[in-house]
């Protein structure tokens, strides 16, 4: 285990190396200069120009900008947002909880929707039943969830008033009203979620109960409920745990379009900020977190796998 683990952390370090340096590289491309905005109403004073791309170092070469960069972010020292003079590690640890919470809620919801509807879609294949469910799912596939967000705005708080149409509440501060204003953003997006986990866990189910073993369980006695249950599931939750994490993953990242909407101030909220007033060290610290996100879901993965199928333990 410890032999696979650091084998795994010897394919993550140069992968999170090379992203940095697209992440670095691909930011400079951005049109605009920094210095400028920053500038505000002096932005045609050349001192005022000069003096902020000395602070900011945007007077050195790239190169030379990138490994000062890199080497603070290696001492976790994401550097200091260039508009709202804060160190962009404390924006993530703020912003991180929100989206994490938003993220949760959602993924549960599409766990909770999309895995039993893609058993019973396998099971009952062919049938009216299956094909409904298709249909749901194709349908949450297809829907914008911008427009799924403002018609259950216009429904729940415009006509029934039952839920505050946008803003959060921090979760330890008041959870009924915490949950009172995530949960239609986590509807929003755990609809999208559900409809993923629905077609990939049914064409994983429709493999597992052809296979042989199944066929040898029911000839054995056991009742439809445990050989779907017990032998199928348990094999077939393999490829969709791994599309579990990248969800999960996705989520985290910031649903950019659910947040604005909701005015829910996450990741999403954030890197749409820091593009615009083209706040380089925030956008690339939002981005280097997300792919450490990403690649702590990943190992997460792989030790799901050995925990749902023995036989991968000693592969």
């Known amino acids: 285990m410890l032999l696979w683990f650091l084998r795994r952390l010897g394919q993550v370090i140069p992968t999170l190396l090379i992203l940095s340096v697209l992440v670095f590289g691909l930011q400079q491309l951005m049109p605009g200069d920094p210095a400028l905005i ?18 900011l170092m945007l007077d050195r070469p790239l190169a030379e900008q990138y490994l000062h960069w890199l080497w603070r972010v290696l001492h976790g020292d994401f550097g200091f947002s260039w508009r709202i003079r804060m160190p962009v590690g404390q924006l993530i640890l703020e912003k991180l909880p929100v989206t994490f919470q938003l ?35 194709l349908f949450g596939i297809s829907m914008p969830n911008f427009w799924l967000g403002i018609m259950m705005i216009l429904l729940f708080s415009v006509q029934l008033g039952w839920l505050p149409p946008s803003g959060y509440v921090p979760l330890w501060e008041d959870p009924v009203m915490s949950l009172e204003t995530t949960i239609m953003p986590a509807f929003v997006l755990g609809t999208g979620v559900a409809s993923v986990l629905m077609r990939h866990t049914r ?64 990741f999403g909220k954030l890197v749409v900020d820091a593009v615009f007033n083209r706040d380089y ?28 199928n023995p036989r991968l333990r000693t592969a």
Do not use: C
Not at 38 to 55: K, S, T, Y
Not at 219 to 243: D, F, M, Q
């Open 38 to 55: 920053l500038a505000g109403e002096e932005r045609g004073d050349p001192q005022v120009l000069a003096q902020i791309r000395a602070e």
């Open 281 to 308: 060290p925030v956008v690339q610290g939002v981005v280097m977190a997300t792919a450490l996100i990403f690649v702590t879901l990943s190992l997460i993965a792989d030790m799901l796998y050995m925990a749902i």
């Open 203 to 266: 064409a994983a189910m429709l493999g597992a109960l052809s296979q042989d073993y199944v066929r040898t369980a029911r000839a054995k006695g056991l009742s439809e409920k445990l050989v779907v249950g017990k032998h199928a599931l348990r094999n077939a939750l393999i490829p969709v745990v791994t599309l579990g994490t990248i969800e999960f993953g996705r989520l985290l990242a910031g649903a950019v379009l659910t947040e604005q909407i909701f005015s829910i101030p996450g």
């Open 103 to 137: 993220a949760a809620m959602s993924f549960v919801i599409g766990v909770l929707i999309g895995v039993p509807a893609g058993v019973l879609s396998a099971v009952w294949r062919d049938r009216p039943s299956d094909w409904a469910i298709n249909g749901v799912a």
